[in-house]
């Protein structure tokens, strides 16, 4: 049989099932689904005796496959016997490969072989009718489903039957229809076109002269109430996860503040060869001396304020042309100019410094002072230590790099500045984690590596603290700084981790959470910069998405229908998109470019989007998400996070302390940067809470306490207060939920709760008021 068309293949047991009602629920697929579907049964097939014939059509080539679950055909499944077990077998195998390759992160039109599997309860109940394997699937129950023929073949089904039923057999054409889109090439480029046009077309190159015209800050950028407390110097510290929009705060600060600073100093993380970094500093007597002689912390710290100094020199010549300066000043920038054109090796002050160069020149001199404290010092073990402490100091080392001309002159034309610098640290991304992957599986030389990356950073963070709340060892440098330093969430838990002070870090630093409103004002925005649209800007936040959607895409509905535990939930759609993220701008994004282009491409070909059809879709990306999103984020921290979340795997969804326990106590938090003393059982959930893996099913009494809106807390939507105060009792009387974006990833029994993490619109206003 040569396959011209998707093919749905319906697998059943003859023993117990009502041959009529079969015949009628293939009828209803073949001529929902527009005839483009070979919708088949084992006689189409006719495989006879030549089994591997069936087999290889059902290994490779069937698209969807309905299996009616019925007492027969679990018994048969139990017993191991006859061709129903020969089916099952190899479906259930290939399903479990698809969802190998769907964890891997993915999606359903890139992996060979994919297809879709459609449980059906047809008979029976779920104790007698459904097998193991699949038993915490979702699926469709058509046990009340009957069908007759009349007089001439035709089909008959009562009023009563037909409006319970076909609602349900739509949702197996939603499915169809979706598996045969996300297959299809005009999907993949309608998906392509839509991703660039909303990530990469749009993602601003705010300071880039082609793009001003745009005014990009107005169409896209959302000021964020993270955004407006940088602004204020309230914090300076944004700690978040990748693509929740710390970057983009940086960079509309520098852009939109330029009369209020002198410059900025762009610090990419990524640009430094840390590579290089770590080998300069594990060579023989650097790795001695900073271990018995030196603190690399401090050491650190110093190589940073010199780094930090040579740049704001940098900004200062750059922007002399622009400056309306003093005899004074001109006279006092000189000496600087003489020491960066030795630096630059060229008399074009205009080039920015290359400040991975700048970055190895002032590593490379904390090393040279180290030496030349120790040369210096008397031999007589003695007096050894203690001249080496009285050398080693912030002022001597940055007169022996500098020079103390040009310190004293740099100090002196920034006491006639009122203006201060916008100092920026940002930038950990690929580069920055491949430090630590290239030794994930060298256990030892990954704990030095992300030991050094922490001290490299923590040095970073230490200055910045003695920048902005040391008075008492101010200078003119440090009053004319202002900082807005970007940490990724599990790079700022592995330096409060180490760092004993990290408290002081607490009044200075903001973790950065989207509000849900924030987020529905970032996709409208988005939109109408690719359509070129607008709304009308004084209706509220959701009015304005809604309008959106009905004038541009009306073919898309902005409401969703969904079928949970016997029970209908109607929901804004961009609620439910949202209850299947970590609230970050980058999964909005990725959901509905595949939401939209999923509907053109079906509004193309004269199909209806259905609820159905939205829920599968975004059911589709999830694995795609957590793999490239989450995992593959946290990988680099906690080196077995893959084998945390799998322990979960077929797990209820909601989940009692002692049932949390039992689950993580034989399980190991391998850390880079090696265990960490008492991570206990507490303390495994707290990380998790943190990265937004479980949340707290809250009771009115816990709501009440925490000023919580809604009974599912996780991070990102109510914040850290359930967790950071948990007293003695610890967390014995809470129960979790784990993040529905893992509902299918995990296998998770779901049979039981309600639908977790649904928001309405009143209470993401509510949560955004709370967060003003």
């Known amino acids: 049989m040569t396959k011209s068309k998707p093919v749905c293949f319906i697998s059943y047991s003859h023993e117990d099932v009502d041959h009529d009602t079969l015949a009628y629920l293939c009828s209803c697929l073949t001529k929902q689904v527009g005839g483009e579907y070979d919708v088949l049964v084992d006689r189409d097939l006719r495989y006879g005796s030549d089994l591997d014939k069936f087999m290889e059509l059902l290994s490779k080539q069937v698209d969807v496959v309905v299996i009616l679950m019925t007492p027969s055909y679990k018994k048969k499944v139990l017993e191991r016997r006859g061709g129903v077990y020969e089916e099952y077998k190899r479906i259930i195998f290939r399903y479990q490969q698809s969802e190998k390759e769907k964890r891997k992160g993915k999606k359903s039109g890139e992996i060979e072989g994919y297809f879709f599997l459609v449980p059906i309860l047809f008979a029976g109940t779920h104790e007698s009718s459904v097998p193991e394997e699949i038993r915490n699937l979702k699926y469709l129950n058509l046990v009340g489903l009957r069908a007759t023929r009349g007089p001439r073949g035709r089909f008959q089904v009562s009023d009563y039957v037909a409006q319970k039923y076909m ?5 197996i054409v939603a499915s169809i229809l979706v598996i045969r889109t996300l297959k299809s090439g005009s999907f993949e480029e309608l998906y392509r076109e839509y991703f660039a046009r909303l990530f990469r077309e749009l993602k601003a190159d705010w300071d880039n002269p082609r793009d001003r015209d745009h005014n990009y800050v107005e169409t896209l950028f959302v000021k964020t109430h993270a955004y407006r407390k940088v602004e204020r110097q309230e914090v300076y510290f944004l700690i978040g996860r990748k693509g929740s929009g710390k970057t983009t705060i940086r960079d509309v600060l520098a852009l939109t503040h330029r009369d209020k600073y002198i410059g900025h100093v762009a610090v990419v993380a990524d640009d430094f060869n840390l590579e290089g970094l770590y080998s300069l500093f594990s060579s023989g007597r650097i790795r001695s001396d900073t271990k018995s002689v030196f603190s690399r912390l401090e050491s650190f710290s110093l190589a940073w304020e010199a780094f930090i100094a040579i740049c704001c020199m940098d900004v200062l010549l750059a922007q002399r042309a622009n400056l309306q300066l003093t005899r004074y000043q001109k006279r006092r920038l000189k000496p600087i100019a003489d020491f960066l054109h030795d630096f630059k090796r060229t ?7 290359d400040k991975n160069a700048a970055f190895f020149f002032c590593f490379g001199s904390i090393i040279r002072f180290m030496e030349d404290c120790i040369e210096k010092a008397r031999s007589d073990e003695r007096y050894f230590l203690s001249d080496i402490q009285a050398c080693f100091n912030r002022s001597r080392f940055l007169e022996a790099t500098f020079g103390r001309e040009v310190i004293y002159s740099f100090y002196g034309v920034l006491e006639t500045f009122r203006r201060n610098f916008l100092v920026s640290l940002d930038g950990f991304d690929s580069a920055f984690d491949d430090f630590r992957r290239a030794s994930i599986h060298r256990a030892v030389e990954l704990e030095q590596k992300a030991l050094f990356e922490i001290d490299w950073l923590r040095s970073f963070v230490q200055l910045a603290l003695r920048m902005k709340q040391k008075p008492e060892v101010a200078t003119p440098l440090y009053s004319h700084i202002d900082l807005c330093v970007t940490v990724p969430e599990d790079r700022f838990f592995e330096v409060g981790k180490s760092d004993r002070d990290s408290y002081r870090l607490h009044s200075r630093f903001l973790s950065l959470r989207w509000s849900g409103i924030e987020l529905a004002i970032l996709l409208r925005k988005r939109l109408e910069e690719l359509t070129q649209a607008s709304t009308d800007k004084s209706k509220s936040p959701e009015e304005r998405l809604e309008q959106f ?12 229908t ?4 016997e029970r209908n939930y109607q929901l804004p759609l961009f609620a439910y998109v949202l209850g299947h993220t970590f609230w970050r701008p980058r999964e909005i994004l990725l959901y509905y470019a595949q939401i939209i282009a999923v509907a053109e491409d079906l509004r193309k070909k004269g199909e209806r989007v259905t609820s159905e059809i939205i829920c599968r879709t975004v059911r589709d990306i999830t694995h795609h998400i957590i793999q490239g999103e989450f995992i593959g984020e946290f990988v680099s ?8 979340v799998s322990a979960f795997e077929r797990q209820k969804q909601v989940l009692s302390y002692a049932e949390v326990s039992r689950i993580l106590q034989d399980i190991d938090f391998r850390f880079a940067t090696g265990a960490i003393d008492a991570f206990q059982t507490d303390n495994k959930i707290d990380f998790l809470y943190h990265i937004g893996f479980l949340g707290i099913c809250a009771d009115n009494r816990m709501m009440k306490r925490f000023n919580l809106i809604t009974r599912h807390a996780f991070c990102f939507n109510e914040g850290y207060a359930p967790v950071d105060a948990i007293g003695k009792t610890g967390f014995s009387d809470y129960t979790f939920i784990i993040h529905p974006i893992f509902s299918e990833y995990l296998d998770l029994d779901t049979s039981k709760n309600e639908l977790i993490l649904q928001s309405s619109w009143g209470e993401l206003h509510a949560m955004e008021s709370c967060m003003a």
């Open 637 to 644: 921290t906690v080196v077995n996070i893959h084998d945390i």
């Open 562 to 565: 969904v079928d949970f535990n």
């Open 347 to 353: 008399a074009n002050f205009n080039n920015p410094i």
């Open 167 to 171: 609602p349900e057999i739509r949702k």
């Open 549 to 560: 959607f009905k004038q541009h895409l009306k073919h898309i509905p902005i409401e969703v």
